[in-house]
């Protein structure tokens, strides 16, 4: 299939990363994961934005307009015909000779976009993910949807080596986010979850949760709590733009409630479905 390279769709084939692309050198660049539904863009539009703020947070200005990149990623799902799945988007500072400073004078960013087809994941979503507790070692800026998780994927790591599906992440004893997606809990009636502040990615699928929660006048609390609140939860979920509400009915092999999917979780479920349509 097609991929943006630059502001072009052109043949995959005829992309190559440079050796001294920053990003490949140092993960200098950051990047964003969009679901595509029904052929359609789900929150393009909160992507973009995210996009732009985690570029000007690292001093990355991306020499296109939003409108434009908006316009070529629906002319890339159109291309490549995807129906149900993703765009990855990334962008890097560029192309220079290695030295940690930023390239003087600057040089051209890159940018890089596909598709990849992804079905939802509804029998996990149906039947509950198992997770693991993980300290929380990254670093203080996970506000920046940035290239550089390595973090994230050790932590990812040692879930799925303990057969689980996400790590929670805990910094000093509160918990975080998820290594790949943010994380909830239900208890008494009221949502919550960590503030958005430098500790954690905003999450889209966050930011829509919370909106749905507004609109439904379900109690939500944006406060930090703690792994022991967590473990003693209700109801704990995660969410991510591919994960979508994802149940997590384990953690560290012990239930969480009933050990199945809570009413409240799929309720919200039920009202993301909604959103999607
Ligand atoms: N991950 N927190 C982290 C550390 C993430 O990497 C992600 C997303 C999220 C959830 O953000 P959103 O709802 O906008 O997807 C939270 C993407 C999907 C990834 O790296 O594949």
């Known amino acids: 299939g097609k991929v943006i390279y630059n502001g072009e769709l052109v043949e995959r084939e005829n992309v190559k990363v440079d050796i001294e692309d920053r990003g490949y050198q ?4 950051i990047y964003e994961v969009i679901r595509v539904y029904n052929g359609g863009l789900f929150t393009k539009n909160e992507h973009i934005q995210r996009l732009y703020e985690s570029a000007e947070k690292i001093g990355l200005k991306i020499p296109f307009e939003k409108e434009f990149l908006c316009k070529k990623l629906e002319e890339l799902v159109e291309e490549n015909q995807l129906q149900t799945g993703i765009i990855y988007l990334q962008i890097t500072r560029g192309v220079s000779p290695r030295q940690h400073g930023f390239p003087t004078p600057a040089v051209e960013p890159v940018l890089v976009a596909y598709t990849k087809s992804m079905e939802r994941p509804e029998a996990l979503m149906k039947e509950g993910a198992k ?3 993980v300290e ?5 800026r996970c506000d920046i949807k940035s290239l550089n998780l390595l973090g994230n994927i050790m932590a990812k790591q040692k879930a799925a080596e303990s057969g689980c599906f996400e ?15 943010n994380v909830f809990m239900i208890k008494n009636g009221i949502l919550i979850t960590h503030p958005a502040v430098n500790l954690i990615l905003n999450g889209i699928t966050r930011q829509v949760i919370l909106k749905i929660c507004k609109s439904k006048q379900i109690p939500v609390k944006e406060e930090a709590f703690t792994v022991d609140d967590l473990v003693n939860a209700d109801e704990v979920f995660i969410s991510s733009t591919t994960s979508e509400i994802m149940p997590i009915v384990q953690l560290d092999g012990n239930k969480i409630g009933h050990g199945i999917p809570g009413e409240w979780t799929k309720q919200l479920q039920q009202y993301f479905m909604e959103e999607i349509q």
Do not use: K, P
Request: charged share 20%.
């Open 26 to 29: 140092f993960g200098d660049g």
């Open 131 to 133: 997770g693991l507790l």
């Open 136 to 140: 929380d070692i990254r670093w203080l």
């Open 167 to 181: 790590a929670i992440q805990h910094r000093e004893g509160i918990v975080t986010e998820g290594s790949s997606s």
